[in-house]
């Protein structure tokens, strides 16, 4: 980075001022981008291009800050050193980590991987980054000249006010809606006891899976999750074989903000959408599933409904009590809040980034395109699925000793007629 260069902090968004308070030993919020080039990595260049793509990103390559109050991000004085990737992704990020710098920069074999803790961006800002230190490497390895299009930014323009912006402040509703009741089903297991983290990915024909969702006249995210949902209700009639005892299902769907409400920034900018059924009213075929889940995702996703879905976190962080009240303390009240209905809505969270798209100057250099997102804090499983070049990746992550979701989902994909070839990094 330029020396003597003033460097710029900010408050954590509103959707980010939770996750310190919440941060466990064993767990912090982050999820994992990553790309997959035809050569092995040099990180000797990967480390210049972070170098080069880091001053574009004051929001992003940052550290965690804490005063009297709030928690703030402040712009490290120079990006972190690269690193060759560990046993596992997503190794939970220490307080002390954070504080150095709240996202690291991985390289093995041919994989390039960026991990984030959540309170600096979302999905979609963090692919905006790797996006574009992918597209430097490319330059300094292949000497392509690679545009800033599709999502990848001219790291010789100065970033834009608009992209540092708080878009929940500007966009805050007149109406708070009611909070979902908890009452899930939410599978345990078995924990492993060194807090493991297996992946399980199945990389599956994009075009069948289109034609299958197609066919139910519904998109690739909700089919997706209403194989999911089946899959679930299936692991919990395992698990709770008396029907009256079981609880609902749902599954939440992080949704993109900013093509509703117009925003650019690179920080946080997401609410999610719950959606679900009660198997205590009978069995339910994946025909009404795709269905439920559709017509349920088509009346939350509005402006208004989503507006009226963060609005009360962004009226409480306004309180003029509330602001005023020593940091230990928000600490204590916020983890609390997220212990008792942060995850609790939920019995896991299916993130769909979608379909990536890349310059043409870049993609011949590029094999995968991967999007892994971190398990809950008290429970075991998340999925996350982008699509990349004719082919989707579909990641399935679990913090405990039993596979049984991901063979129960995967298997359903099979017998409905999508081949899906199955990688794993389980232990032997």
């Not at 291009?49 to 800050?65: G, K, Y």
């Not at 928690?71 to 990020?93: F, H, N, T």
């Not at 504080?99 to 994989?111: F, G, K, P």
């Amino acid at each position: 980075m330029e020396q003597n260069r003033q460097l710029r902090w900010m408050r954590l968004d509103n959707a980010a001022l939770i996750f310190p308070a919440a941060q466990r030993k064993h767990w912090s919020n982050a999820f994992r981008l990553s790309f997959t080039f035809r050569d092995p990595v040099d990180p000797a260049l990967l480390q210049q291009a972070l170098d080069n793509v880091a001053p574009r990103f004051p929001s992003v390559c940052v550290r965690l800050r804490r005063s009297t109050f709030w928690y703030y991000l402040e712009e490290v004085d120079r990006p972190p050193a690269v690193r060759e990737d560990s046993y596992q992704p997503l190794i939970p990020m220490s307080r002390n980590d954070i504080r150095r710098c709240a996202i690291r920069v991985l390289y093995y074999r041919s994989r390039m991987a960026v991990e984030f803790f959540h309170a600096v961006t979302d999905g979609t800002g963090g692919m905006v980054f790797a996006k574009t230190l992918a597209a430097e490497y490319v330059r300094l390895r292949y000497g392509a000249d690679v545009p800033a299009t599709h999502g990848v930014l001219d790291i010789r323009e100065s970033p834009k006010p608009e992209e540092l912006e708080d878009s929940f402040q500007r966009n805050v509703g007149p109406v708070a809606a009611p909070r979902d009741d908890g009452n899930v089903f939410r599978y345990r297991g078995t924990l492993e006891p060194d807090r493991f983290l297996h992946v399980t990915l199945g990389i599956a024909d994009s075009e069948a899976l289109r034609s299958r969702s197609h066919a139910l006249g519904v998109t690739v995210t909700a089919y997706l999750t209403a194989v999911l949902l089946q899959s679930l209700l299936e692991l919990q009639a395992e698990n709770i074989p008396r029907r009256q005892r079981r609880k609902n299902v749902k599954i939440q769907i992080p949704v993109n903000l900013r093509k509703l409400y117009d925003s650019r920034t690179m920080r946080n900018f997401v609410a999610v959408a719950n959606v679900g059924v009660d198997p205590r009213l009978g069995d339910y075929t994946l025909e009404e599933l795709a269905k439920l889940v559709h017509h349920q995702m088509h009346l939350s996703i509005t402006p208004k409904n989503m507006q009226a879905i963060f609005t009360p976190n962004v009226t409480s962080e306004q309180n003029p009590v509330l602001k005023v009240v020593p940091l230990f303390l928000k600490n204590v009240i916020m983890r609390a809040v997220f212990d008792t209905i942060g995850e609790r809505v939920a019995s896991m969270t299916l993130s769909n980034l979608g379909r990536v798209e890349l310059p043409e100057a870049m993609a011949p250099f590029v094999e995968r395109v991967e999007f892994v997102l971190g398990p809950q804090s008290t429970a075991p499983y998340n999925a996350s699925v982008t699509s990349w070049q004719g082919k989707t990746f579909i990641n399935i992550v679990r913090n405990t000793v039993e596979p049984r979701l991901e063979e129960i989902f995967f298997t359903k994909l099979v017998k409905l007629g999508c081949r899906v070839a199955v990688e794993s990094n389980d232990r032997a």
